[in-house]
């Protein structure tokens, strides 16, 4: 199933993205405060968790739909925190 290990591979490098795009914003502003970046990346962690769960279910039945939506998902959520990111 190179699909599944196609999409956990894209969830990984996009929300790592997001976190390290977090990190360079801190180091850029150090005299910033960095409670709404903090937040940022404990919210890329959460999602991370939340749709690696989703990836790893077994027994759907409609497995192309199921895929479909965590990859729709992963891109609503991603897009959501780097606006985020640009408005610190």
């Known amino acids: 199933?190179?699909?599944?290990?196609?999409?956990?591979?894209d969830i990984n490098y996009v929300l790592g993205d997001i976190i390290?795009?977090?990190?360079?914003w801190e180091n850029a502003n150090p005299t910033k405060d960095t409670k709404k970046s903090e937040a940022?990346?404990?919210?890329?962690?959460?999602?991370?968790?939340?749709l690696i769960k989703k990836v790893?279910?077994?027994?759907?039945?409609?497995?192309?739909?199921?895929?479909?939506?965590i990859t729709t998902e992963l891109e609503t959520k991603?897009?959501?925190?780097?606006?985020k990111i640009n408005k610190l």
């Open 20 to 24: 390290e795009a977090v990190y360079i």
């Open 40 to 50: 940022i990346i404990d919210e890329a962690i959460a999602t991370f968790d939340s």
């Open 1 to 9: 199933m190179a699909n599944i290990r196609n999409l956990k591979k």
């Open 78 to 83: 991603g897009r959501a925190m780097i606006e």
């Open 56 to 69: 790893n279910v077994k027994n759907i039945e409609a497995q192309k739909v199921h895929f479909k939506s």
